[in-house]
């Protein structure tokens, strides 16, 4: 009679106690070759570019808004509006003269988001005119050579 050798039926005629996961832990693994790709960057997609210039405007916007935020309430409470209501008060000589009736926390605010709406638009644009200057320099350079590699 000749015995079948199958994977989840070991042979019966092993070697004293050789088993194949004893023969593949004893066999020195091999390094791992580390792959490096070089690729040319020659092309950059428009509508890619844009979209990524708005996201990233639009990102630095509402931190310009949330620090100036932050920065207002931090002078009001520590009382930096009333010390410069009273400096003023003492060289202009006018009781009536108020900081807060300069600026107030609504013009501040308001201003802030005019300047984080233009910083959306002029980062926008500016992302599209780069994007549009580097596919126009790759006519003339051949692109970006860039190096990959797989670890």
């Known amino acids: 009679m000749t015995s079948v050798r199958t994977p989840s039926r070991p042979s019966e005629t ?3 106690g050789t088993s194949v996961a004893d023969k593949l832990s004893a066999k020195s693994p091999k390094p791992d070759q ?6 040319k960057l020659v092309y950059i997609d428009f509508w890619s570019a ?3 210039s708005f996201l990233i ?3 630095v916007g509402v931190v310009i808004i949330v620090a100036v935020l932050l920065i207002w309430t931090v002078l009001a409470s520590t009382g930096i509006f009333e010390s410069v209501t009273t400096l ?3 060289v202009s000589g006018s009781d009536t003269l108020s900081v807060n009736s300069i600026i ?3 013009q501040v605010m308001g201003f802030t988001v005019v300047i984080a ?3 959306v638009v002029v980062g926008t644009v500016l992302g599209a005119i780069a994007c549009l200057l580097y ?3 790759v006519k003339v350079t051949g692109g970006i050579l860039v190096g990959f590699t797989n670890q």
């Open 88 to 90: 003023l008060q003492d």
């Open 57 to 59: 405007a639009a990102a």
């Open 50 to 52: 844009v979209k990524f």
């Open 14 to 16: 092993t070697s004293q």
């Open 34 to 39: 580390v792959k490096q790709v070089r690729l």
């Open 135 to 137: 596919n126009l320099s």
């Open 104 to 106: 107030s926390f609504a």
């Open 117 to 119: 709406a233009l910083n």
